[in-house]
């Protein structure tokens, strides 16, 4: 082998190494929130559609199972989650909207793989 084969050779060997290397990675989904958005205004007691995404959906979701979350001022009231175990692919979920004090800067937090905020909207009496 001349040095140039070899180095070839070193070459396509390694890309073999790193493609037989590379783990199975599961597909994150992670759609984006198209309602409520920015100018939202919802009333306490109010039952409203989240509505996200779903175009290009991966085939296989880590997770499918969704969770809506109310956050206010970035903080996620986890503990009271608005909408659980609905399927991520069903683009909306109807929620209540809670007893909560007055404000401009609420947000929905839909969870699948992992957290997506909407714009902060705002919730009155
Ligand atoms: C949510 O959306 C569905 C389908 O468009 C509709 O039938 C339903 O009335 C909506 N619910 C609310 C509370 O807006
Ligand atoms: C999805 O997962 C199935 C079974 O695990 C597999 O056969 C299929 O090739 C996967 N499809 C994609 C697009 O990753
Ligand atoms: C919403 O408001 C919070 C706190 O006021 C802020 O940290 C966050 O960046 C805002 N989100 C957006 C999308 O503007
Ligand atoms: C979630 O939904 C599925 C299908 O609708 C149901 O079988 C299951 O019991 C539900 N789980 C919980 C914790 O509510």
Known sequence: MNSFTKTLF???LS???LA?????IRDVFVPPVTYPHQGTVWYVGQYHNVTWETAGAPVNITNKIGRVVLAKGGIEDINNPLATN?????????VKVPDVEPGNDYAIVLFGDSGNFSPNFTIKA
């Open 20 to 24: 037989a290397a590379a783990p199975v």
């Open 86 to 94: 609905f399927s991520i692919l069903d683009g909306r979920v109807v």
């Open 15 to 17: 890309l073999f190494a």
């Open 10 to 12: 070193c070459f396509l």
